[in-house]
């Protein structure tokens, strides 16, 4: 998988909703494993958005951000 450089290294936000960082990984489950894209806000480190999904592509991260906004 490609990566993409932090564009945000230098950014320290002093409150909430002024940066925002996503992330993708895979959870193991019983019968495979699933995708989990998150959204979270860099001050308070707290979870705005999240989507689970089968597969890793736009849907999931497109997904994730509708659940944040």
Do not use: C, E, H
Request: hydrophobic share 55%; net charge positive; no cysteine.
């Amino acid at each position: 998988m490609p990566t993409f450089p932090n564009l945000a290294r230098d950014m320290i936000p002093d409150g909430p909703n002024q940066l925002w960082v996503a992330d993708i990984t895979y959870v193991a489950i019983t019968i495979g494993f699933v995708y989990v894209a998150v959204i979270l806000d860099a001050w308070s480190r707290k979870v705005v958005g999240y989507a689970i999904g089968r597969s890793i592509d736009v849907r999931l991260t497109l997904a994730a951000l509708r659940t944040a906004i």
